[in-house]
């Protein structure tokens, strides 16, 4: 694997894994806070609309996904901030007819050759500098926004009614963290696919939970054990020539399993 590094299309890999690493574990923190793990789920499946939009009107693929995504994940906030206790049933609809509205363009474009595969499953080896620029200035927005307003997010993600009492504008944060959710499921699909996409959000979020204390020191281990289980998966992706996304969701989910098994 070392002289492997001496390749530009390993060293877009690794940078990419390690920056999608940091969103995953700060996002996926925040969605395992506000109990909208499934929301991930949604989101990444409502994307593949963006897809095939994008495909179908021969715009960039990342471009239509995150529109796609940002639009679902401010009508789930839009329609779901009074009633949080239905929001499956919303990410439920918005992820069918995400998918509907995928597949349909995707059938009207005609002799489009775009590897479908690489956003179901994921295609980590086949990032490009401009994805690896998009993912640093997501993670930056993203550092900076929960740097910010990291009290206010607190709030909001424990008790959002005790939040608004305190003069919190609760719904605009709650929107922003669906909004941001939204972008980090695009760029994680890039890395793991959209069907994969729940996995990478949620494991290393629900380990590092279980050694946390607070929310802060949950996103920095979350975004660690995040960027441990994909740079292991990458290695063994590249060792035995298979799918990387498949590869760092079982890596994560074997140290899932072991940290079970050791903290019983």
């Not at 996904?65 to 639009?71: E, K």
């Not at 997010?153 to 941001?180: C, H, P, W």
């Not at 996304?245 to 072991?258: D, E, F, Q, W, Y």
């Amino acid at each position: 694997m070392i002289e492997a590094l001496h390749y530009t299309f390993i060293q877009n890999a690794i940078a990419a894994a390690i920056l999608v690493s940091i969103i995953s574990g700060i996002i996926g923190s925040l969605i395992l806070v506000n109990r909208m793990t499934f929301l991930a789920g949604g989101i990444a499946h409502s994307s593949y609309g963006g897809i095939g939009l994008a495909l179908f009107f021969g715009l960039p693929i990342f471009l239509g996904a995150s529109l796609f995504a940002l639009a679902s994940a401010y009508i789930i906030a839009l329609v779901s901030f009074k009633q949080r206790h239905r929001l499956d049933i919303f990410i439920g609809l918005i992820w069918a007819v995400g998918m509907a509205v995928g597949i349909v363009f995707v059938d009207l474009t005609p002799g489009y050759n775009v590897d479908l595969m690489s956003y179901l499953f994921g295609s980590i080896l086949a990032v490009s500098k401009s994805d690896i620029i998009y993912m640093a200035l997501l993670t930056v927005a993203v550092l900076l926004f929960v740097h910010r307003f990291y009290k206010e997010i607190l709030a909001v993600s424990y008790d959002s009614e005790y939040a608004s009492l305190r003069g919190i504008n609760a719904k605009f944060f709650y929107t922003a963290i669906l909004m941001l959710s939204a972008l980090a499921v695009v760029v994680a699909i890039k890395v793991v696919g959209l069907i994969l996409v729940i996995a990478l959000m949620s494991i290393p979020t629900y380990i590092a939970e279980q050694i946390s204390s607070s929310l802060y020191t949950m996103m920095l281990k979350s975004a660690l054990l995040s960027a441990i289980f994909t740079i292991i998966g990458l290695i063994i992706s590249y060792q035995f020539d298979i799918t990387s996304g498949a590869s760092i969701i079982l890596t994560s989910a074997a140290a899932l399993g072991l940290f079970t098994v050791l903290k019983k």
